[in-house]
Nanobody, 125 residues
Framework: QVRLVESGGGSVQAGGTLTLSCSAS??????MGWFRQAPGKEREGVAV????????YYSDFVKGRFTISRDNAKNTLYLQMNSLKPEDTAMYYC????????????????????WGQGTQVTVSS
C-alpha cells in the first residue's frame, strides 16, 4: 500500500525558511514532486526530482529559492524553502509515481497517481 505523509509546514514571516518532508512507503518511486494549491487556485507544480541521476526541475516562481532533494535510503522527499513570500502561502502536497513518465508532464498533477494529504504553509508579510 502506497503511503505519502508530509510534515514541516507552518507559519513564518516573509523572508523566512521552512523545510517540508514527505515520508514515502509502499513502492519505489521514480519521480517525486511537490505541488501547492492556494484557495481558489489550481494545483501547481513546484519542483520534481527523479531517482536516477537526481535530475531536478523547478517552476520559475521558486527557482533560486526552493531546493528539492530526496534521501533514497530513508525514502524521504524534502523541500527546502528559503526567502519565503506571502504568495507562497498554500497547501503543499507530495506526489509520486513509480515510472519516469514524460519529462514535459512533471508539473501536471494528473501524471501522478499517488498523493499525500498536504501540509499548510502560511507566509505573513
Amino acid at each position: 500500500q502506497v503511503r505519502l505523509v508530509e510534515s514541516g509546514g507552518g507559519s513564518v514571516q516573509a523572508g523566512g525558511t521552512l523545510t517540508l518532508s514527505c515520508s514515502a512507503s509502499g513502492s519505489r518511486f521514480t519521480r517525486m514532486g511537490w505541488f501547492r494549491q492556494a484557495p481558489g487556485k489550481e494545483r501547481e507544480g513546484v519542483a520534481v526530482i527523479y531517482s536516477g541521476g537526481g535530475i531536478t526541475y523547478y517552476s520559475d516562481f521558486v527557482k533560486g529559492r526552493f531546493t528539492i532533494s530526496r534521501d533514497n535510503a530513508k525514502n524521504t522527499l524534502y523541500l527546502q524553502m528559503n526567502s519565503l513570500k506571502p504568495e507562497d502561502t498554500a497547501m503543499y502536497y507530495c506526489a509520486a509515481r513509480d515510472t519516469t513518465g514524460s519529462l514535459d508532464t512533471w508539473s501536471n498533477p494528473a501524471s501522478y497517481p499517488y498523493w499525500g494529504q498536504g501540509t499548510q504553509v502560511t507566509v505573513s508579510s
